[in-house]
């Protein structure tokens, strides 16, 4: 079952926040300058927390996780450009 989880992230190095901004791409969408709306599989947020953990210095940056429940993705407003991240729908062939 995928979670939706929103990441934010406060990297003070450009390399590395640029490194963070790629990674994070791979899994979910950019909704504000450094904010990412995922719809992530167990084992995808796994990867994805290995993938940012040598990224973010200890005591120089942050890079939070937020876990939201369906009901709280309901919830979600947006006022101004954009929509909530949809959940991506495959096709076999």
Excluded: W
């Amino acid at each position: 079952m995928k979670q939706f989880v929103v990441i934010s992230y406060d990297i003070s190095n450009d390399k590395r926040r640029l490194k963070v901004m790629k990674n994070l791409q791979d899994y979910g969408t950019r909704v504000q300058f450094s904010v990412f709306e995922c719809r992530l599989e167990s084992g995808q947020l796994d990867i994805l927390k290995r993938r940012m953990k040598p990224l973010a210095r200890e005591h120089q940056d942050s890079i939070r996780f937020y876990y939201l429940s369906v009901d709280d993705v309901q919830r979600i407003e947006v006022i101004g450009n954009g929509s909530v991240t949809p959940d991506r729908t495959y096709f076999m062939q």
